[in-house]
């Protein structure tokens, strides 16, 4: 899993227009700060463990959206995400991403995917896509 091949193809979709760039950056931007706060809201609010469970989980797959939202801003750079995209069947990966987008329902998965790419580029390894 590449989270930022995920952002990349998510921002692209089926035609890569500047629209619908401006929509997904939007999304992950939202979706980050609206889940953490209402996730916090929860946790702090919620005296039965449900809803704190909920607020937990709502924290966790809301910073699923960081590492998407940085990204998403690093390839809104003029070029960045027909770089990213150079030579890639777009078609074939919006199909395999589009299922492996799910995990942004697992808490923090997207984040710990993010940390190790950057750990394993550091490292002078590189990931596959």
Known sequence: ???RRLAAIDMYG????????RIILAEFLVGVVAMVAWGSWLLASS??????AFGLWLVGAGLNYAPLSAYAIMLTRPGGLDAELA???TDRELRRYTVLQLWVFVPLSLV???VRDALARRGGRTTAP
Do not use: E, K, Q
Request: charged residues 30%.
């Open 1 to 3: 899993m590449n989270v």
């Open 14 to 21: 089926s035609r890569g227009t500047t629209r619908r760039r």
């Open 47 to 52: 005296s039965d463990l449900g809803g704190r």
């Open 87 to 89: 030579g890639v069947d």
């Open 112 to 114: 710990v995917f993010a």
